[in-house]
């Protein structure tokens, strides 16, 4: 799954949310949420095979944090649709600028 299908789902995001507060156990996490720990563990899993968080062990424990470059895609592809916005928008600024320049003689 990639990135952007991982996170379309609002439970993923508020996933993604929390861990980046900092790592947290899967408990801790899955108290955080009104649904069932197996339906938390399942987004979980999602996001672990989209590459966005990782989980090590701690003793009985699994801690949860995100993967270094896990949103690189997305951010990848932000930055695309930035340069595309800049543009468009220093264009309008120069516009309106001539078109204050033309009011004022």
Known sequence: MDTFTALADPTRRRI??????GETSFGD???RFDMSR????QHLKTL????????RA?????IYRLSDGGLDEID????K???FWTQRL???EELLADADRGDAQ
Do not use: C, F, N, Y
Request: aromatic share 2%.
């Open 29 to 31: 996490l899955a108290a």
């Open 76 to 79: 990848a592809w932000l930055g």
């Open 90 to 92: 220093d264009k309008l």
């Open 81 to 83: 649709v930035r340069t």
């Open 58 to 62: 701690d003793a009985q424990r699994r």
């Open 38 to 41: 197996p339906a938390v563990s």
């Open 16 to 21: 993604v949310e929390q861990l980046a507060l």
């Open 48 to 55: 672990r095979d989209a590459g966005i968080v990782t989980a």
